[in-house]
């Protein structure tokens, strides 16, 4: 049997929690084209995880609880109960119309790739007959590299 002495259990217990807030530990990272966020969140229900994104703020909210059964005598209770909440501001650059989630073994992992206008691309250089280079870029718009010399503009 567990049997602890602790008169000042209780505030410690108050004093964590204050120094401390519950909070979902998270990972981020980028893997190729897409955007990782890995949340902590052992022990909860996955029907109890919200995700919301509203403008590029994403909401992550999940709840854990447990309640001692008629008869059960609580000797111990530290690990945090409750709902739990953290909110990441996303860039410009992410597709969050195309995020997935998945959530195993207590990990809530996020996969956010990066939007399609975001991404590297390649200009096309052409060259036409009297020596003059034309560009044109992804969206077909084109520019003569003699008319931004004799403009003055520079790319």
Do not use: C
Request: charged share 30%; hydrophobic share 35%.
């Amino acid at each position: 049997m567990l049997m602890r002495f602790d008169p000042f259990q209780e505030t410690d217990r108050l004093l964590r929690r204050a120094v401390r807030p519950s909070m979902m530990a998270m990972d981020a990272y980028r893997d190729g084209d897409n955007f990782i966020v890995q949340f902590d969140i052992p022990g909860v229900d996955p029907n109890s995880i919200d995700l919301s994104v509203e403008k590029n703020v994403l909401t992550v909210s999940a709840e854990r609880s447990w309640q001692p059964s008629d008869g059960q005598e609580v000797i111990v209770s530290e690990r945090p109960q409750g709902s739990f909440n953290r909110q990441l501001f996303l860039g410009d650059s992410l597709d969050t119309e195309h995020m997935t989630a998945t959530y195993r073994d207590g990990v809530l992992t996020l996969t956010i790739p990066t939007a399609e206008q975001a991404k590297p691309r390649k200009v096309a250089i052409t060259a036409t007959g009297d020596g003059a280079r034309t560009t044109s870029d992804v969206g077909g718009t084109k520019d003569t590299e003699d008319a931004r010399e004799k403009s003055g503009s520079v790319a």
